[in-house]
């Protein structure tokens, strides 16, 4: 099938004059871009390639109908955009063309994208897959993060965020290299520095060097001037630990 075409399609129902729109545009057809670098470099037999890219291309469905109803990509205000996301490639029959299997682990792994944690139980394959969205996606939200703007990502000003604080929960989850618990964020900065802990998420080798090449995990928090001294000293201390983190996982083996 012909995933970029139906998405593409799809997308063009929406008002792309709003940026938040465009921006998951732009957004789907990078991951998509990433995925196929990843599954390349896996050296993946074809069909989980061709599978792996319906996946990226899908993964953010949900997010057009999300921005529409709510006006909003915070799923925790408005819907868990995973979840719409399957029931609108269910309802409109966008993975008829695959067979029942196949359907059934793009669906999974499009529900797991987002989650804290990838469900137990599941084949290898489908395992796979998710893996793979999870990685892709991130890979690309370094970008957004560093080059859209803050508003329709964020719903906040870098001028904001300048001011506020690293709660102690999120500074402790880094510090132990955990991924960092919705309910834990309370702040702007919060959220920035909760992606930094992606890197602690990823699972394949590809992934690492590709966010650690471009340093868009960076920008943000070099072009901003933190007000609050103590908050300074956090975000250099997150910086270190996670750049620790990665030269450590980039030089191994």
Same mark, same amino acid.
């Given at each position: 099938?012909?995933?970029?075409?139906?998405?593409?399609?799809?997308?063009?129902?929406?008002?792309?004059?709003?940026?938040?729109?465009?921006l998951?545009?732009?957004?789907?057809?990078?991951?998509?871009?990433?995925?196929?670098?990843?599954t390349?470099?896996?050296?993946?037999? @074809?069909?989980?390639?061709?599978?792996?890219h319906?996946?990226?291309? &899908?993964?953010? !469905?949900g997010?057009?109908?999300? =921005? /529409?109803?709510?006006?909003?990509?915070?799923?925790n205000?408005?819907?868990?955009?995973?979840?719409?996301?399957?029931?609108?490639?269910?309802?409109?029959?966008?993975?008829?063309?695959?067979?029942?299997?196949?359907?059934?682990?793009?669906?999974?792994?499009?529900?797991?994208?987002?989650?804290?944690?990838?469900?137990?139980?599941?084949?290898?394959?489908?395992?796979l897959?998710?893996?793979?969205?999870?990685?892709?996606d991130?890979?690309?939200?370094?970008r957004?993060?560093?080059?859209?703007?803050?508003?329709?990502?964020?719903?906040?000003?870098? @001028?904001?965020?300048?001011?506020?604080?690293?709660?102690?929960?999120? &500074?402790?989850? !880094?510090?132990?290299?955990?991924c =960092? /618990?919705?309910?834990d964020?309370?702040?702007?900065?919060d959220?920035?520095?909760?992606f930094?802990?992606?890197?602690f998420?990823?699972?394949?080798?590809?992934?690492?060097?590709?966010l650690?090449?471009?340093?868009?995990?960076?920008?943000?928090?070099?072009?901003?001037?933190?007000?609050?001294?103590?908050?300074r000293?956090?975000?250099?201390?997150?910086?270190?630990?996670?750049?620790?983190?990665?030269?450590?996982?980039?030089?191994?083996?």
């Open positions: 099938m012909n995933a970029k075409e139906v998405f593409l399609t799809y997308a063009g129902n929406f008002d792309r004059n709003d940026g938040r729109i465009e998951k545009i732009v957004h789907t057809l990078a991951v998509a871009d990433i995925m196929d670098r990843l390349e470099s896996l050296h993946l037999p @074809e069909h989980l390639k061709s599978l792996a319906i996946c990226a291309m &899908f993964h953010d !469905i997010r057009f109908e999300q =921005v /529409k109803q709510y006006g909003t990509f915070f799923d205000i408005s819907v868990d955009h995973a979840e719409l996301g399957c029931e609108i490639l269910v309802g409109e029959n966008f993975l008829q063309e695959l067979d029942a299997r196949e359907q059934k682990m793009i669906i999974t792994a499009i529900r797991n994208h987002n989650r804290f944690r990838i469900e137990d139980g599941l084949d290898d394959e489908t395992l897959l998710c893996k793979l969205i999870r990685d892709a991130k890979c690309d939200i370094f957004v993060f560093a080059c859209e703007n803050m508003v329709d990502t964020m719903g906040e000003t870098e @001028e904001q965020v300048s001011q506020e604080t690293v709660s102690e929960p999120v &500074f402790q989850s !880094i510090m132990k290299h955990q =960092v /618990k919705r309910e964020r309370h702040t702007g900065l959220i920035w520095v909760s930094l802990a992606f890197f998420d990823l699972y394949f080798a590809e992934s690492i060097k590709l650690s090449s471009d340093q868009y995990y960076r920008k943000p928090f070099d072009r901003t001037t933190f007000c609050l001294p103590e908050t000293q956090k975000v250099e201390q997150i910086l270190t630990e996670v750049e620790t983190y990665i030269s450590r996982m980039t030089t191994s083996g």
